[in-house]
């Protein structure tokens, strides 16, 4: 089945330590992708996104991730985390439905907890 | 300015009732979208309407009926709940469901519990 796999449940950091957070997804053909982050008891919000041209895409807080179309990933890295960086982050992919309009399929989520 | 709004922010109710939430966005979109988060936080598509007109229904139960008045609203009705209809309900809107390259950005949230 078509998916999007997040590698990790959960990630304990320290702060300062360094991030990465895996995505592969199974779908062929072009698809645009996107991290969300979720802080507790929030909405989701966009972290960055690729659509095309470079793959190695920059957000916000620091954020960046990259495309390696070769290997249907799309992993997020940060240098250094902080203790605010504590949250869920969700992994997309966006791709056209039979319908003829697209949407996004989730990852089941990385809980990342920072500790000060 | 809230982009995506919805009520109520907490919805708690007995099995069996009936109950409804409403989503609003400002942004001028043409499609919304309802997703679920479960216990698990694992969020899935439920329904997406582009400008009124039903264009995802990835195979929810009947006692689920989102309703469209106008591009700007789109509310979801469940009838006869059930427990395993707790979780959190997400709204969300983009530009044009079928334009390529496009975010979608959602609201705050309705989290549910069905007791």
């Known amino acids: 089945a078509q998916s999007v796999s997040q590698h990790n449940h959960h990630v304990i950091l320290s702060e300062a330590a360094s991030l990465e957070l895996g995505c592969n997804y199974s779908?062929?053909?072009?698809?645009?992708l996107f991290w969300y982050v979720q802080y507790p008891g929030q909405h989701l919000q966009l972290l960055l996104k690729?659509?095309?041209?470079?793959?190695l895409v920059k957000g916000i807080k620091g954020f960046e991730a990259e495309f390696i179309k070769s290997k249907f990933s799309f992993n997020l890295r940060k240098p250094s985390v902080q203790w605010s960086d504590t949250a869920e982050y969700f992994c997309?992919?966006?791709?056209?439905?039979?319908?003829?309009?697209?949407?996004?399929?989730f990852g089941k989520g990385t809980m990342l907890l920072v500790s000060p | 300015d809230t982009a995506v709004s919805q009520t109520p922010k907490y919805l708690v109710t007995q099995m069996g009732n009936d109950k409804s939430i409403k989503c609003e966005q400002n942004l001028g979109h043409d499609t919304m979208y309802w997703y679920k988060q479960d216990s698990k936080k694992f969020l899935k598509i439920m329904f997406s309407y582009n400008n009124k007109e039903l264009i995802i229904n990835e195979t929810v139960p009947n006692r689920f009926s989102p309703k469209s008045p106008d591009k700007a609203h789109l509310n979801l009705h469940i009838n006869s709940l059930e427990l395993g209809d707790s979780a959190v309900y997400f709204c969300a809107s983009s530009v044009r469901g079928g334009a390529w390259q496009e975010t979608q950005y959602f609201g705050p949230g309705t989290r549910l519990l069905v007791l």
């Open positions: 690729y659509f095309s041209g470079d793959p």
């Open positions: 997309a992919v966006g791709r056209y439905m039979n319908s003829g309009y697209s949407t996004l399929t």
């Open positions: 779908y062929g053909g072009t698809v645009n």
